[in-house]
């Protein structure tokens, strides 16, 4: 079955800092992977994704992830964090069956210290 | 830009009451999908229309129905509401079944009392 692993719960960085956030995901094929932010009450906002191509992505805001086949995962990287990027960050991987449905991770929250 | 719209925003029913949640997706959008989001936890899958059929069913209690209609907006129908319906519930749409990005909207949240 299709997981996400998000093995940090809350990350706390200062500002100007770099940041990298972990994602592991377990799938058969090749996956489709998100990165999503959410700010506390507000909806999902996708940062970037990854299909097939250039392993590096670039998203908005900044934001990078590298898509690392061999180790299954898909970090999440910024060189240098504000105080607005503090809000919680979800890796997913969109199924290719009948739907194309998104598997959440459960999350890191992004604490920034100013 | 046109996003995808929710109503209601903020939604308190008591247990046992019946509650529906619209979903307007972005104009052209044929696809929807709910989730839903507990307390701390990550969203999960509940339902997926396209083309007003639906095309997936996940976790979604049998006291959930929902359907898309002719103008492509969805409504989840939640029924029988209990405690642990209390939820942040998201429609995201998308263009198109497939590797197309799903836009979210603001959500829902229903609260149970």
């Known amino acids: 079955a299709q997981s996400v692993t998000q093995p940090d719960i809350h990350i706390t960085v200062s500002e100007g800092a770099s940041l990298e956030l972990r994602c592991n995901y377990s799938y058969g094929a090749t996956p489709y992977l998100f990165w999503y932010v959410q700010s506390p009450g507000q909806g999902l906002q996708l940062l970037l994704k990854y299909f097939s191509g250039d392993t590096l992505v670039q998203g908005i805001k900044g934001f990078e992830a590298e898509f690392k086949r061999s180790q299954s995962s898909f970090n999440l990287r910024k060189p240098s964090v504000h105080w607005s990027d503090a809000a919680e960050y979800f890796c997913a991987v969109g199924r290719m069956d009948s739907s194309y449905k998104l598997i959440f991770g459960s999350g890191t929250r992004l604490l920034v210290r100013p | 830009a046109a996003g995808v719209i929710q109503s209601p925003r903020h939604l308190i029913k008591e247990k046992r009451e019946t509650a529906t949640l619209k979903c307007y997706p972005i104009?052209?959008?044929?696809?929807v999908y709910w989730y839903q989001q507990g307390p701390g936890q990550d969203p999960q899958f509940l339902i997926s229309?396209?083309?007003?059929?639906?095309?997936d069913k996940g976790s979604i209690p049998d006291r959930f129905s929902a359907q898309q209609f002719s103008d492509y907006h969805s409504e989840l129908n939640m029924s029988s509401l209990e405690l642990g319906d209390s939820a942040l519930y998201f429609c995201?749409?998308?263009?198109?079944?497939?590797?197309?990005?799903?836009?979210f909207g603001p959500g829902t949240r229903l609260t149970v009392t």
């Open positions: 995201a749409s998308s263009l198109g079944q497939g590797l197309y990005e799903q836009y």
């Open positions: 104009p052209r959008h044929d696809t």
């Open positions: 229309f396209y083309e007003k059929m639906q095309s």
